[in-house]
């Protein structure tokens, strides 16, 4: 299996555009999960996803931030507007419904300029 | 709520040195606990778990022990290598929520 698989590895976009991130999970994996990372604030949860349907959103920041899951094999998280505050290293996840035992993507490095 | 304490860093050691990286929980009930490494440019890895009090996982050489007594879940390792060095992460599962809550990482460096 090759793994939880990100795309694009690498993201610079201006200030008030729509960025959308990308995310297939491992095959077979019931559980899909968003992180984001900065040297600030650490690995934070944003949202997930069991079977597809959105468990918790709770740690998506604002309005600004949507994701969805239209099939077991794909997800993706959106910002629109993005802003500089939004740039951060953003990890999909996915598990085989042992928790917490998490296989993480090598994560979008998302740049806001 | 349910968090994870760890060790400030980074932690810099010389190579074969003796390696602690502390970490302490505050959980309802009884949750499973990870530690996690990620490695330069990558996402975490699951290194070693623990799910019930005593528990000791273990991986490549790393141990941790689940104290309940203590609520701690210490990461060790006996003879270090350059190639540990990376971020640690320390876990616990929010069995109820199903989702991770992750301690704020301890950089390791080891020079050779």
């Known amino acids: 299996d090759a793994g939880v698989i990100q795309s694009p590895r690498h993201e610079v976009t201006e200030m008030g555009q729509e960025v959308t991130l990308r995310c297939k999970p491992i095959?077979?994996?019931?559980?899909l999960f968003w992180y984001r990372q900065t040297m600030m604030r650490g690995l934070e949860l944003l949202i997930y996803f069991n079977n597809n349907v959105p468990i918790d959103d709770s740690g998506m920041p604002e309005d600004r931030f949507s994701a969805k899951m239209p099939n077991a094999s794909f997800s993706t998280l959106k910002i629109q507007p993005s802003e500089p505050r939004d740039s951060a290293v953003y990890f999909c996840?996915?598990?085989?419904?042992?928790?917490?035992?998490?296989?993480f993507g090598q994560g979008t490095r998302l740049t806001v300029v | 709520g349910n968090s994870v304490t760890q060790m400030e860093g980074p932690v810099t050691l010389s190579e074969e040195a003796f390696l602690t990286i502390n970490c302490t929980y505050t959980?309802?009930?009884?949750?499973?606990l990870f530690w996690y490494v990620q490695y330069p440019g990558e996402g975490l890895q699951l290194l070693l778990k623990?799910?019930?009090?005593?528990d000791k996982g273990s991986n490549k050489g790393f141990e941790a022990t689940y104290r309940k007594e203590t609520t701690s879940f210490h990461l060790e390792k006996g003879s270090v290598q350059v190639s540990d060095s990376a971020v640690y992460f320390c876990?616990?599962?929010?069995?109820?929520?199903?989702?991770?809550?992750f301690g704020q990482g301890t950089r390791l460096t080891i020079n050779p």
């Open positions: 876990a616990l599962s929010d069995g109820g929520a199903q989702k991770l809550v």
């Open positions: 623990a799910t019930k009090a005593d």
């Open positions: 959980a309802t009930g009884y949750p499973s």
């Open positions: 996840a996915s598990e085989p419904g042992l928790v917490g035992e998490a296989f």
């Open positions: 095959s077979g994996h019931n559980s």
